[in-house]
């Protein structure tokens, strides 16, 4: 048993053995999904579903700017300091808790219809590092580095991609990573690559001659990312080999 304190309130859970065992095979054994994560959406299928919410009101977000503009003026140690700290973990509080009430079902409702489960083998913590560098050697788009920093975290992409793992316990589902290398600029009909085919955040439009494939971008990744299977992205068409591995178009939104 364990007992902590969190946002004001005190939580007490069970470690308790529910004698599960991990199916030996999936019931629907030949099923498989690439699933792409972005800031635009949390995840996005290879089957079309778009999985996503908003974590925090209008209202709350505008209520914890107030908080956090009282906060910078409170004196350190004060008890307002300590209700302003209080009220702003309130929120906080709820935003985790409906973030991780969305990536357990969400996780539930994939790993129980698909045996294989392919997502982007994406070094989190290090894309969500900070931009702001040393006084030294400043950071470069340091505003536009923690935009994307909070839009990747506020997702909860390595939250989902825990669920799904422990999801896939229950149902002898398999979640495996692949190199995410040109999924977002590979045609899935087609395999052509360049990095115009991706035209916009969510437009994706194949350039080889005689395809013309087009469709959302964020599928069309999650259905390369679902072709790879457990295999590397080779690079192909005219791209070299020191590109970004999960390149967006760089002029427009990174979703």
Partial sequence: MTVSRKSGHWFVSFLVDDQAVTPEQHVMPNTAVGIDRGVKSAAVTSDGDFHDRAFITAGESARCRRLQ?????SKRGSAN??????????????VTDRRGDFCAQTASRIVAKNALVVL???????????ASGTVAEPGRRVRQKAGLNHAIL??????LELALTNAARYTGSRVVRVNPAYTSQRCSACGFVTEHNRESQSVFRCK???????EH???NAAKNLRHAGGQL?????????SRSVKQEPVSRATG
């Fill in 69 to 73: 503009q009282r906060l910078a003026r």
């Fill in 81 to 94: 300091r300590a209700k302003t700290i209080t009220a702003i973990n309130t929120i906080t509080g709820r």
């Fill in 120 to 130: 982007e083998d994406l070094r989190i913590k290090n894309m969500s590092a900070s």
């Fill in 154 to 159: 506020d997702k909860g992409w390595h939250r």
């Fill in 208 to 214: 080889a001659t005689g395809c013309g494939h087009a």
């Fill in 217 to 219: 971008a964020d599928v």
């Fill in 233 to 241: 992205v080779p690079a192909c068409g005219d791209l070299g080999t």
